[in-house]
Nanobody
């Protein structure tokens, strides 16, 4: 089991930027694919972005592509989500999830694919 802890959420205005962090422990970090999901009030949790154990392999939801960037620092056991040009539609609780993965596996984007989750961090974007 992987322990994950997110940080970096907050209240910002539309057009602002925010960087989320997620520190992982309990499993070899370099073997992990790490992803970000978000859940807005009354909505289902949805995939936002992911980064493979191969750091050149990333995936993004269409709604955030070009605005959000996932990155990882293996030396700090940390994955980041840089969020630029935020809009009120980005308001949600953001969750980090992790999965031990082989090099040839794709980045999985379903909630059911992950059993290791952080507690979430709230991002609120005002108009």
């Amino acid at each position: 089991q992987v322990h994950l802890e997110e940080s970096g959420g907050g209240l910002v205005q539309a057009g602002d930027s925010l960087r989320l962090s997620c520190v992982a422990s309990g499993r070899a970090f370099t073997r992990l694919a790490l992803v970000w999901f978000r859940q807005a009030p009354g909505k289902e949790r949805q995939f936002v972005a992911g980064i493979h154990r191969r750091p050149d392999y990333t995936e993004y939801a269409a709604s955030v592509k070009g605005r959000f960037t996932a990155s990882r620092d293996n030396g700090k056991n940390t994955v980041y989500l840089q969020m630029n040009s935020l809009t009120p539609e980005d308001t949600a609780v953001y969750y980090c999830a992790a999965k031990d993965t082989i090099l040839t596996a794709p980045i999985l984007t379903a909630v059911s694919d992950y059993s290791s989750w952080g507690q979430g961090t709230q991002v609120t974007v005002s108009a």
